[in-house]
């Protein structure tokens, strides 16, 4: 048997088991799925790509059982939330509230300018960088990692909260404007999925006939297949600069899809399994909560562990910190073996599927609360994928957000006291 034939043959493979693991995971999903950019279709791309490559690179028949229960846990977890198609409750557009919202998007919006001006002005974009993949993190040094967190978070938050006020608020053309330079900064930051965000939000708010009627859904629909393809092509664009080959960069891209389950080619291995045994549930504390500790100084980041694992193979630390990301499957089995992984992974798809049903289904909630719970919607899908990534994230959201928003309260209630006091039991933007 020839190179040609073999290689046709392990394709063959790979798609026989893609597609016998596509319909099971899909299926699995399918009443919980509310559009085609859901971002739930991408977490169960990641699944089908994890059970496609451990079945081609795992030889351990218990770790690949383990890895797999992980796999039905999850799902398992994610279905025992009641399925939600369409939004049931209803936001309240009262002018005060409006208003407190708009002060708020308004804040945030100007500190995120003046940051990637300052940004642009001292390191350049890393967009516009000779390989946006490397620059995109040495770019963000010393103080500039202050403005990446804030792209990365609350950037977000400014995207969902600017296009509700787009969408419903009084000055419909200025937060339009605003949407769109948030999706401008995205872009400039050089991430290969900078726009991904930004369609799931268009396609979580469409789910809410109570934010969007009909005929604005189909048009906001148009929009998002525009930033899809928009976004590949600025992912053809970032990996084209890295490999200086248009077709290189077409191949990389579909690997990349593939590569949803590239913790399984680095983690399942005797060696790496064995240099990471010592950590258990403890270890896993202090992770999830370094981003954090780590912001304040209070005690050292921690490297990732997919960074770990890549060194380790390498037999050196690298100069630059990559590698895989710890999706929940090995994430579990490294911090609490391989019962204690299982039951983790259900917890992590419960809670995936809780936090979308917050947003989806959230009753009488003012425009502010349905801009958090969207923008925890679209950041709950980074747990499965890294756990302590996920910690950052939502702090880096909801830090300068609550910040901004505790300021706009007062000055809110010292031009307005007449307006009933806020109970201290509440949020500013409570009901």
Same mark, same amino acid.
């Given at each position: ?21 596509? &319909? ?12 085609? /950019? ?29 890895? %797999? ?6 799902? $398992?977890? %994610? ?5 939600? !198609? ?7 557009? !009262?002018?005060? +509230? ?6 708020? $998007? ?24 000779? +390989? ?66 930004? $369609? ?11 934010? $969007? ?23 053809? /664009?970032?990996?084209? @600069? ?14 990349? #899809?593939?590569?949803?389950?590239? @913790? ?7 060696? #790496? ?21 780590? %912001? ?54 419960? &809670? ?10 959230? @009753? ?16 709950? %899908? ?12 939502? /702090? ?18 010292? #031009? ?6 806020? @109970?201290?039991?509440?949020?500013? /933007?409570?009901?």
């Amino acid at each position: 048997m020839n190179n040609a034939e073999s290689l046709t043959d392990a394709t063959m493979h790979i798609l026989l088991w893609g597609s016998l693991f596509a &319909i099971l995971i899909f299926v699995s999903y399918r009443r919980y799925i509310v559009s085609i /950019f859901d971002p739930l279709n991408v977490q169960a791309i990641s699944q089908v790509a994890a059970c496609v490559v451990a079945v081609e690179v795992v030889d351990d028949p218990r770790m690949l059982m383990q890895l %797999f229960a992980s796999q039905v846990a999850f799902i $398992v977890g %994610f279905r025992l939330v009641r399925p939600f !198609k369409t939004a049931q409750g209803t936001v309240g557009w !009262k002018k005060q +509230d409006m208003d407190k919202a708009a002060m708020v $998007v308004g804040g945030l919006f100007l500190i995120i300018l003046l940051a990637n001006c300052w940004l642009g002005l001292t390191a350049g974009f890393p967009l516009f960088a000779r +390989d946006p993949s490397i620059a995109k993190v040495e770019n963000f040094t010393g103080g500039l990692g202050l403005v990446r967190r804030l792209n990365s978070g609350a950037g977000t938050f400014l995207s969902v909260s600017s296009l509700v006020l787009a969408i419903k608020g009084h000055y419909r053309r200025l937060f339009t404007c605003i949407f769109a330079v948030s999706l401008a900064v995205a872009i400039l930051g050089g991430a290969k999925g900078s726009l991904l965000a930004a $369609v799931e939000l268009i396609a979580y708010l469409t789910c809410r006939h109570d934010v $969007v009627s009909e005929g604005a859904g189909r048009q906001l629909r148009i929009v998002s297949y525009c930033l899809f393809v928009l976004g590949t092509l600025l992912a053809v /664009f970032i990996l084209r @600069a890295s490999s200086n080959s248009w077709n290189d960069a077409g191949v990389a891209l579909a690997t990349r #899809v593939m590569f949803f389950g590239d @913790a399984v080619i680095y983690y399942y291995r005797p060696e #790496v399994i064995q240099m990471l045994s010592h950590l258990g549930p403890w270890d896993y504390m202090t992770s999830l909560l370094n981003p954090v500790l780590g %912001f304040f100084r209070l005690v050292e980041y921690q490297y990732p562990i997919g960074y770990q694992i890549v060194s380790f193979l390498n037999g050196e630390y690298l100069s630059v910190v990559q590698g895989p990301n710890t999706p929940f499957y090995v994430g579990g089995h490294i911090y609490f073996g391989s019962v204690g992984g299982i039951i983790y992974s259900g917890s992590v798809g419960y &809670i995936v599927s809780r936090a979308r049903r917050w947003y989806l289904t959230g @009753a009488a909630v003012t425009p502010f609360r349905l801009s958090c719970s969207c923008t925890m919607a679209i950041l709950i %899908f980074v747990l499965p994928v890294e756990a302590p990534l996920f910690v950052s994230e939502v /702090f880096d959201t909801f830090l300068p957000v609550m910040m901004i928003a505790g300021v706009v309260t007062l000055a809110f209630y010292s #031009v307005h006291p007449r307006l009933p006091k806020i @109970a201290s039991n509440e949020t500013a /933007f409570g009901n």
